[in-house]
């Protein structure tokens, strides 16, 4: 189990002056109290296993969306996730710079599972950045969202239970991930869109849709309502597919 790690102004451990030190003596309790492999295995998913289980979230969901009867609109709203991650980082930037809170490691005795932490604690990146690629996730579909939203959430607890975030940097970087996937998508969406449907009608359209995949039409010019016709491969019956677009 990792040591202890003090600083100058430390207050007992299992007290907190207020409700976000109480909890993160709490959380970070646990870390004291479990087992060495315990406290390994949560290091390891707290700082690199999340993100990769997202960006495997991330090509299950470009296999499903690909398969969705407006697979260039699904694809748009899947590549802005990690567009809205990466934003939401350099969003981030002046606000550590701004707030400048020390790692709660500095004044509080706690279990630290990760050393050389130098930087600012308000908000986490790693909360922020798993936020933002859930919620990106939601809006080009709901099922995988839904996954990706509780991977964040766990993320947030991870990085507490390790002891290098305070629960507000958690709080903080969900809320900053959440606005920013969220306000920029109807914009994003509007510029990712003729992209992917661009792409969709070049030779490197399988990467935007399947070839079962339907293909919306818009009505002929004499009238009529359109209809979807299946892509090609589709043996003539198109395929109904569970992705949903939730922008």
């Known amino acids: 189990m990792a040591g202890l790690v003090t600083g ?16 993160l003596y709490e959380i970070n309790g646990i870390a004291k109290a479990a087992p060495n492999w315990a406290d390994r295995a949560m290091e390891f998913i707290g700082e690199y296993g999340i993100i990769l289980g997202l ?8 296999w499903s969306v ?7 609109a699904g694809m748009a709203a899947l590549l802005w996730a990690p567009f809205a991650a990466g934003i939401a980082l350099l969003v981030n930037i002046p606000i ?7 790692r709660p490691f500095l004044d509080h005795e706690l279990e630290v599972l990760v050393k050389g932490k130098t930087d600012f604690s308000f908000v986490s990146d790693h909360a922020t950045l798993a936020m933002a690629l859930g919620v990106g996730l939601f809006v080009a579909n709901r099922k995988y969202g839904i996954v990706g939203i509780g991977l964040a959430l766990l993320e947030g607890f991870c990085r507490v239970y390790m002891g290098v975030h305070y629960p507000t940097d958690v709080i903080g970087g969900f809320a900053l991930g959440t606005a920013v996937a969220l306000l920029l998508a109807p914009l994003a969406m509007m510029l990712l869109t003729p992209l992917t449907r661009m792409i969709a009608g070049s030779r490197a359209g399988w990467l935007v849709r399947s070839a079962d995949a339907r293909v919306p039409v818009v009505a002929a010019a004499g009238g009529g309502d359109g209809a979807a016709l299946p892509g090609p491969g ?3 019956q198109a395929r ?5 677009l939730a922008a």
């Open 66 to 72: 690909r398969k969705s009867d407006d697979a260039p």
């Open 234 to 236: 589709a043996g003539g």
């Open 240 to 244: 109904h597919h569970d992705s949903d």
């Open 55 to 62: 960006a495997v979230l991330m090509l299950c969901a470009w």
């Open 8 to 23: 100058d102004s430390m207050p007992m451990a299992g007290g907190g002056s207020n409700p976000d030190d109480a909890l």
């Open 96 to 102: 550590r710079g701004f707030v400048r809170r020390p």
